[in-house]
């Protein structure tokens, strides 16, 4: 009757309490409120992640264009293009071309491999904090990338390891997360010795073909990579994408109080060179003092005419508003998009 059965309620010797919770609460919840998730597995629909990024794809963009999003071309203009059709949670995905229809899903604009890496960080905190519990020092990590441990590390020496803390925060970050959308990521949380439901295993009860349990996996992470970017307590979690070696070298110099023209200048490029770079930092969620490129007044008309007419092209913007430069029309709709400049 339910797509959750008490067979499959996962309790391992080393799981703590709130990881039991975790795994029960939602059994709980359908038992008592069947419409809680508003779940309908039996519609025939053959949806998948190229379909979602198919739909959103600007008609006056190329299929080379689109597929260089998909494959994770690394360019300034592939990523830009991303950003402006909503498909940064595509970049890189690189997914099977199957499906025939998709459904009006919400993403917000994370890269797809910041969403899995974030959630792999919040998975290996949650293996640490399970092993604190038990108070077992040793054991095989669920992710063996030094770049996520680090993270880890540093999310420990920042907020400690209170697990009574831990406990209530998670629970409420999952809380939030049920709110927008059915969930079962928590089920791929580990214990100290690294257990947990396995794909296959949730694909089983929730009765989901490969592409979809793809699909809704992504669309959780994005929304728990969402929660936990703006949380409190696990915003160190949240794992950027990489910036470029040579933006790299740009933010520093920003940093230090280099100009656009001074950088290009010293570095033996055009300017709009530098400029794309910062571009980059915006979609990449790296902080930079955007002030002095474009004011409070300038994106505000950007985003008028992006909620009025929604172009598919900068040009009108630029033909359509004062502004003078088609870096401030780029860097409006990207900090509009990101959500920097509200």
Known sequence: MYPYLRLYIYQPKYSPPYLKVLHCQ???????????????????????????AKQRKFEEKTDKSFYNILSGFKSHQTFF????????????????VTGDTAESLTFYPYFYD??????????????????????IRDFYPVSNQLFIQQQV??????????????????LGLYSGLSEELETF???????????????????????????TYNLKLLHELNHLTHLIH???????????????????????????????????????????TIEDHIIEM?????????DHYISAEEIEEVRQL???????????????????DYFKVKLGLCLMMKGVKQ
């Open 26 to 52: 939602y059994i709980l919840i359908l038992e008592i409120q069947t419409s809680f998730f508003n779940i309908n597995y039996l519609e025939d629909k053959m949806d998948s992640i190229y379909q979602q």
């Open 81 to 96: 293009d991303a950003m402006m059709q909503g498909m940064l949670p595509f970049y890189n995905s690189r997914p099977s």
């Open 114 to 135: 910041s969403c899995h890496m974030t959630f792999q960080a919040l998975r290996l905190l949650t293996q640490s904090m399970s092993a604190f519990s038990a108070g």
């Open 153 to 170: 590390k540093e999310w420990l020496a920042l907020n400690g390891k209170d697990v009574t803390v831990y406990q209530s925060e998670l």
């Open 185 to 211: 990521s928590y089920k791929l949380l580990a214990d100290a010795k690294g257990n947990h439901f396995r794909a296959d295993e949730i694909m089983m009860t929730d009765d989901l073909d490969v592409e």
């Open 230 to 272: 703006h949380h409190n307590y696990f915003s160190q979690l949240y794992i950027r994408a990489p910036l470029q070696f040579a933006t790299e070298q740009t933010m520093q110099l920003l940093q230090e109080g280099w100009s656009i023209e001074r950088i290009a200048r010293k570095r033996g490029v055009k300017t709009h």
């Open 282 to 290: 915006i979609i990449k969620d790296y902080r930079i003092d955007v």
């Open 306 to 324: 992006y909620h009025e007419h929604r172009y598919q092209r900068l040009k009108p913007y630029f033909e359509r508003s004062a502004i003078d």
